[in-house]
Structure formats: structure tokens, C-alpha cells
């Protein structure tokens, strides 16, 4: 239990007469009457959202829907295997999710951190949750439960370190493609890795808190939750002042969850792992299936309170 921290149409052409009969010069008609019908079919698929989809060689998993990213379980059997805290450097081990079958190549990845006094198993649920979805997830604990959010920020980036290049499974995974996420201190956590290292691909902290409110410098595309009931990180002095601080041009997005609490993140949770897997496949996979659950913005409902962004998001 964590406490307080102390600090187309295509073109349409001209039918021939019926009763016209074509040899010769009208062999070339019809040569231009099926090249314009090519042409058009490409318009057509230029036209059509999605229709490029499978140009992108990141796509992992079925066309998404919502009940789909809000089931308990997505599409991929996973495995898991532990990580000791002795085998593991600048970070306290943890335990990796991921995609059993190596079908689709590598997966993008992201390691999450938990939150001041709170161990790994704070957050595990989160692990099988996106693993399932087509992402290998790293949960770990920290060095001691104490640590402050720079240190799980340098802790987060251990870990991930550890995953691309010493954990067993690191052939499965994209080392290009990459993102953190954290709950309370390890949400800013979360924040403090995305400054430190600008090439990841996305980040999220969970009802963050961190002492730094203000992020200017951040260049990863950030989803900031937050939670109406939160008494330990109000979300008027952590999360609001997260997103705010973050650059305009950044694909950015607050979410603050309904009813909800500081610990929410430490349990299962639809609205939280609908969002979150939305983020994660927009920006560590680059998957444009996914934006029509960040755009156009949702609207408030029985589990959210408020949500902001900057949509669309840049291609």
C-alpha cells in the first residue's frame, strides 16, 4: 500500500454506344478504358482510411475494436519469465511479459515502474493486460521502495537497457520502439526517463507525482492520467500541471479518470488499459488503426471525468 510521499468514387468514364462494335483503333479505347480503371483503383485506396495499413511493417495484431483493446486478454498467448534482483543492474528485477509465438517478428516494448513503498505486484496486472495485445512489458521493482521519481526514471532506463540487450527474450523485441510508464512516483519516474531519453516512442504516467511540474523539454508523445479523487497527487498540482507544461507540438493527452483514486492504477482497470494500449500502439507501433479511440477526443462518462488533447496527432 503506498502513503503520502514526504517530499471515391472513381472518375466516372463514358460508356460506349451498345451497338458499336470495336476492332482496330477501338482495341486502344479499351486498353485506356482499363488503365483508367487501374487508376482509379488506386484513388480509391488512397481515398479509403486504413487503406494503407498494411505499409506498415509495425502492425501487430487485428484491426482493433473497442471491445477488442477493452478485454482482459487481447489476441496473443503470452509467457513470462522472472528477472532475479541479482541478475538485474541499476534496477531491482522484475518479471517480462510477452507475445509467445515469434510469427510477427519483434514487438515494441515497455517497462513500468510502480510507485513510492510499492513493490512490483502494485502494478503486475498491467503486464498480461498489453503483453496480449502485441507488446513485450517489463514490470520491475525498484531498488528500494523509497527511491524518488529521478531515481525510477534512471531505473526505468536500466531496465530497459536490460530488456534489448541481456534478457532472454531480447530478440523479440525492437529496441527502436520503446516506452515507459509508471504509477505515483514511478509515474514520474516515467516523465524524468522521457527527458533523459528522447528516442522513446511514448509514455505514461499513472496519477503521477513528482516535485518537477513543469516538462517543456519532453519530445515523446505523452498520455497523462490522472484521477478526480486523488489525494496524495491532486491532479491540480501533478497531472494537469504535467500536461500543461508539455510543448504544444507535442502529440500529448490528459486523461482524468471518474471516481477514481491515487491507487486505481494498482488495479485492474478498462478505461486505463483501453487508453493506455491505445497510446502504446499510436506511438511505439506507429499503428494509425488505433486513432479513433484517441480521435476525436472522448467525451466525458461514467468513468471519465475530463479528457484533453492536441488531435489529430501528426502522421
Request: one cysteine or more; glycine letters at 8%; proline letters at 8%.
Amino acid at each position: 500500500m503506498q502513503h503520502l510521499p514526504s517530499g471515391t468514387i472513381p472518375p466516372h468514364l463514358p460508356r460506349p454506344s451498345r451497338s458499336r462494335t470495336f476492332t482496330g483503333r477501338p482495341r486502344t479505347l479499351a486498353s485506356l478504358l482499363t488503365a483508367a480503371a487501374a487508376t482509379a483503383g488506386l484513388l480509391m485506396t488512397a481515398l479509403v482510411p486504413g487503406a494503407q495499413a498494411a505499409d506498415n511493417p509495425y502492425e501487430r495484431g487485428p484491426a482493433p475494436t473497442n471491445a477488442s483493446i477493452e478485454a482482459s486478454r487481447g489476441s496473443y498467448a503470452i509467457s513470462q519469465t522472472s528477472v532475479s534482483s541479482l541478475s538485474a543492474t541499476g534496477f531491482g528485477g522484475g518479471t517480462i511479459y510477452y507475445p509467445t509465438s515469434t510469427a510477427d517478428g519483434t514487438f515494441g516494448a515497455v517497462v513500468i515502474s510502480p510507485g513510492f513503498t510499492a513493490y512490483e505486484s502494485s502494478i503486475a496486472w498491467l503486464g498480461p493486460r498489453l503483453a496480449s495485445q502485441g507488446f513485450v512489458v517489463f514490470t520491475i521493482d525498484t531498488n528500494t521502495t523509497l527511491d524518488q521519481p529521478d531515481s525510477r526514471g534512471r531505473q526505468l532506463l536500466a531496465a530497459l537497457d536490460h530488456l534489448t540487450q541481456r534478457s532472454p527474450v531480447r530478440t523479440r523485441v525492437d529496441a527502436s520502439r520503446l516506452g515507459v510508464m509508471g504509477h505515483s512516483m514511478g509515474g514520474g519516474g516515467s516523465l524524468e526517463a522521457a527527458k533523459s531519453r528522447t528516442s522513446l516512442k511514448a509514455a505514461i504516467p499513472l496519477t503521477g507525482w513528482n516535485t518537477d511540474k513543469t516538462w517543456p523539454e519532453l519530445r515523446t508523445p505523452t498520455l497523462v492520467v490522472g484521477a478526480d479523487g486523488d489525494t496524495v497527487a491532486p491532479v491540480a498540482m501533478h497531472s494537469e500541471p504535467f500536461y500543461e507544461s508539455l510543448p504544444g507540438s507535442l502529440d500529448k493527452a490528459y486523461l482524468e479518470l471518474r471516481g477514481a483514486s491515487h491507487f486505481t492504477p494498482n488495479s485492474s482497470n478498462t478505461t486505463i488499459a483501453k487508453y493506455s494500449i491505445s497510446w502504446l500502439k499510436r506511438f511505439i507501433d506507429d499503428d494509425t488503426r488505433y486513432e479513433q479511440f484517441l480521435c476525436p477526443l472522448p467525451q466525458p462518462s461514467l468513468t471519465i471525468a475530463e479528457y484533453r488533447g492536441n488531435c489529430p496527432h501528426t502522421a
